[in-house]
């Protein structure tokens, strides 16, 4: 039975078989809200058997209670839809143009040694309840999975969805397929996260034989976003007090701007290490790094120096990808 109930229920199954086929569809991102475009069309266009252009504008108005960025969100899944089937010559819609985002000013928390070194020191002392074999594997996998994230700049999405025979032990790379935008990369460990992955590989095995994910659920699946953020509050709040205003994916953040806080002294060469971090960390446009010049103490305030009104042009206001 469809999941689907609209007049055009069956081009929505091609379309989700599509994507789901090519490795571009997005389980959490994208099928919640296709469900709600098609249930809005039932409800509301009940009379009609085929996809129309009022239905697609009337779903793709930004509505007073949105701003322009959860627009965006909501109605991006039905505007490939509409894509798809223009490709394909199976409509004549036209595709609504997305709302233009407002400029976020989104600063990221900037994480001290003393911090970090509190928040990892209490992932290695999480106590598992006995007979609780779930709090077994959190021991276990809270430890490896933000470090993770802190010594390789990966999404968090990224590292949930990352498969065990996509972490290759032996050299130490990381083959991301799951990333957002579905742009496949690579991330090359250092050889101290690369040891710290063997050992937990090799405990967690005991337990989950046969596992799909690297970081898998007792129930065989991935994890969703909550696990990442509740741990992550708990074990920040337990070492450094209240993590108000501080999430996860500021680590990711902190990555990138350790990477470029570094390179300080190279004056101008610095462009090679550049595209290199903008391809470890999976951004498809070099501007999307280039944003984290602006956020950076003291090396944004040194280009600016030297280039004047050159380092505007270099940094521009634009909306940020990793919002």
Known sequence: MSDYRSGFAQEIESFVSYRKASGTWNEHASAQNLKYFDRYCADHFADSSVLTQEMIDAWCTQRDTETSSSCYIRTLIVREFIKYLCDRGMTGIAVPKPPKLEKRQYIPHAFT??????????????????????????????????????????????????????????????????????????????????????????????????????????????????????????????????????????VRHHYAVENINSWEDDSFTFSEKLHCLSRSMGHRHIQSTLYYYSITPRLADKIQAKTEDGFNEIVPEVWDEED
Not at 118 to 131: H, L, M, N, T
Not at 182 to 200: N, S
């Open 113 to 250: 040694e003393e911090e970090l070194a509190r928040f990892f020191e209490a992932c290695d002392s999480i106590v598992p309840y006995k007979g609780r074999p779930a709090s077994v594997v959190r021991k276990l996998q809270c430890p490896v999975f933000f470090r993770l994230l802190y010594s390789s700049g990966m999404r968090t999405t990224e590292a949930r969805y990352l498969k065990r025979e996509d972490v290759d032990l032996e050299h130490g790379v990381v083959n991301v397929r799951k990333s957002k935008g579905y742009d496949q990369h690579y991330v090359a460990l250092h050889d101290t996260m690369t040891e710290l992955l063997i050992r937990y590989d090799e405990a967690i095995d005991k337990i989950q034989p046969g596992r799909t994910y690297f970081f898998e659920s007792l129930k065989g699946t991935c994890y969703g976003r909550d696990w990442v953020n509740d741990n992550f509050k708990k074990m920040w709040e337990s070492a450094n007090g209240t993590a108000k205003g501080i999430v996860p994916y500021d």
